[in-house]
């Protein structure tokens, strides 16, 4: 199967002429700046801001939402770590409530029942690059007054009812980490519609300065989170072509749904015409009480990429020791999370990562035969 990243001469090109413009940082450079107008453009988004990475990309949207210490941050337990710590990094309290077992993405329902008078924000995850439902949150947001951060970590290109994720909510967050369909290795971004949330994530990314102020004019406290302007020169030809790997990626997902669907043993997503482009960074499957056996013999014939994915964070002991160490330095209780259906879902579903599906419509057939045979009769 296809090698990820995927690269030519041109990002050799864009990096040598950061390398001999002598302009190495964005202090100094113009790519980042570039790079962030065209990603903002690419999403339909109002403002961007690179930064040295998604996990840090989650925590500064929060800290730039006015979400602090003490306060609730509800997330699903079906994700990366990096959706709750960064709660955990601002001294928030990351509160799971549970997925929908069909999609695996956080429920409205559940999360609406998470609720106290502590919380602040939702953390929507856009797992696999599938978008969650952006109706029943934002409107959630608006009625309880909450913040609404989108992570879409793995949701580049992917869209909801025609628009882009990243701003539908008030805040949105991507990662170009190495196995990320848009990568430069390391690095991330905020985007937002709001000219004052963008104001906040730019001082927090570059030491408290504001746009256009004086080198040692710090307005506020911030980190030092500069993305380099050879991340900048990779992400900007790795934008180009993303199109081209996207319709790739897709023709291979529809083709292995098409051919998996039907299969007794395998549990696919349902469709959903809200979702007018899948980001496509992971295909994933429920095998019902054989995931590990189907995996195993994936294993063997070769599919050694295949994963059983994420253990749920509900029951991350190192997560749940510093949320508890917050709630009892302030003496208030922690939400004891119950999420059966991450529990559920955490024990039957394989991964297959996105190089899986930049093969050759043969390959793709291969790979669908292989799943088909593995699972037990």
């Given at each position: 199967?296809?090698?990820?990243?995927?690269?030519?001469?041109?990002?050799?090109?864009?990096?040598?002429?950061?390398?001999?413009?002598g302009?190495?940082?964005?202090?100094?450079?113009?790519?980042?700046?570039?790079?962030?107008?065209?990603?903002?453009?690419?999403q339909?988004?109002?403002?961007?801001?690179?930064?040295?990475?998604?996990?840090?990309?989650?925590?500064?949207?929060?800290?730039?939402?006015g979400?602090?210490?003490?306060?609730?941050?509800?997330?699903?337990?079906?994700?990366?770590?990096?959706?709750?710590?960064?709660?955990?990094?601002?001294?928030?309290?990351p509160?799971?409530?549970?997925?929908?077992?069909?999609?695996?993405?956080l429920?409205?329902a559940?999360?609406?029942?998470?609720?106290?008078?502590?919380?602040?924000?939702i953390?929507?995850?856009h797992?696999?690059?599938?978008?969650?439902?952006?109706?029943?949150?934002?409107?959630?947001g608006?009625?309880?007054?909450?913040?609404?951060?989108?992570?879409?970590?793995?949701?580049?290109?992917?869209?909801?009812?025609?628009?882009?994720?990243?701003?539908?909510?008030?805040?949105?967050?991507f990662?170009?980490?190495?196995?990320?369909?848009?990568?430069?290795?390391?690095?991330g971004?905020?985007?937002?519609?709001?000219?004052?949330?963008?104001?906040?994530?730019?001082?927090?990314?570059?030491?408290?300065?504001?746009?256009?102020?004086?080198?040692?004019?710090?307005?506020?406290?911030?980190?030092?989170?500069?993305?380099?302007?050879f991340?900048?020169?990779?992400?900007?030809?790795?934008?180009?072509?993303?199109?081209?790997?996207?319709?790739?990626?897709?023709?291979?997902?529809?083709?292995?749904?098409?051919?998996?669907?039907?299969?007794?043993?395998?549990?696919?997503?349902?469709?959903?015409?809200?979702?007018?482009?899948?980001?496509?960074?992971?295909?994933?499957l429920r095998?019902?009480?054989?995931?590990?056996?189907?995996?195993?013999?994936?294993?063997?014939?070769?599919?050694d990429?295949a994963?059983?994915?994420?253990?749920?964070?509900?029951?991350?002991?190192?997560?749940?020791?510093?949320?508890?160490?917050?709630?009892?330095?302030?003496?208030?209780?922690y939400?004891?999370?119950?999420?059966?259906?991450?529990?559920?879902?955490?024990q039957?579903?394989?991964?297959?990562?996105?190089?899986?599906?930049l093969?050759?419509?043969?390959?793709?057939?291969?790979?669908?035969?292989?799943?088909?045979?593995?699972?037990?009769?």
């Amino acid at each position: 199967m296809p090698e990820w990243p995927q690269y030519d001469d041109e990002e050799a090109k864009a990096l040598l002429e950061v390398l001999n413009s002598g302009k190495w940082g964005s202090t100094s450079g113009d790519t980042v700046a570039t790079f962030e107008r065209e990603f903002a453009a690419y999403q339909q988004a109002g403002h961007a801001v690179c930064l040295a990475n998604g996990t840090l990309a989650i925590a500064v949207a929060l800290r730039a939402a006015g979400v602090g210490i003490g306060d609730e941050v509800i997330v699903p337990p079906y994700t990366f770590i990096a959706t709750a710590s960064a709660a955990l990094f601002v001294g928030a309290v990351p509160v799971f409530a549970d997925v929908d077992p069909d999609t695996h993405l956080l429920d409205p329902a559940a999360a609406e029942a998470a609720i106290t008078e502590r919380t602040k924000a939702i953390v929507v995850v856009h797992l696999a690059g599938r978008p969650a439902d952006l109706d029943a949150f934002t409107a959630l947001g608006e009625r309880r007054g909450l913040t609404i951060v989108e992570d879409a970590a793995q949701a580049h290109g992917a869209a909801y009812k025609g628009r882009p994720v990243g701003a539908i909510g008030d805040l949105g967050t991507f990662s170009f980490q190495s196995s990320k369909n848009i990568t430069a290795g390391e690095g991330g971004v905020v985007l937002t519609e709001s000219a004052e949330l963008a104001g906040a994530v730019y001082s927090l990314v570059n030491v408290g300065r504001v746009p256009g102020g004086g080198w040692y004019q710090h307005e506020t406290v911030g980190y030092n989170l500069r993305l380099t302007e050879f991340q900048a020169a990779i992400l900007r030809v790795q934008l180009r072509r993303h199109p081209e790997l996207q319709a790739l990626r897709e023709r291979n997902a529809r083709l292995l749904t098409d051919l998996l669907a039907p299969v007794e043993g395998i549990r696919l997503a349902p469709e959903d015409p809200a979702i007018t482009a899948h980001g496509r960074h992971l295909f994933m499957l429920r095998v019902p009480g054989h995931r590990d056996a189907v995996l195993k013999s994936l294993t063997a014939a070769g599919i050694d990429k295949a994963s059983p994915g994420y253990v749920p964070l509900h029951r991350n002991t190192a997560v749940l020791r510093e949320a508890t160490t917050i709630t009892t330095r302030l003496n208030q209780p922690y939400p004891q999370p119950t999420c059966p259906n991450a529990d559920k879902v955490s024990q039957d579903t394989i991964w297959l990562p996105q190089p899986y599906l930049l093969g050759t419509e043969d390959q793709t057939q291969t790979l669908a035969t292989t799943i088909t045979n593995a699972i037990p009769r």
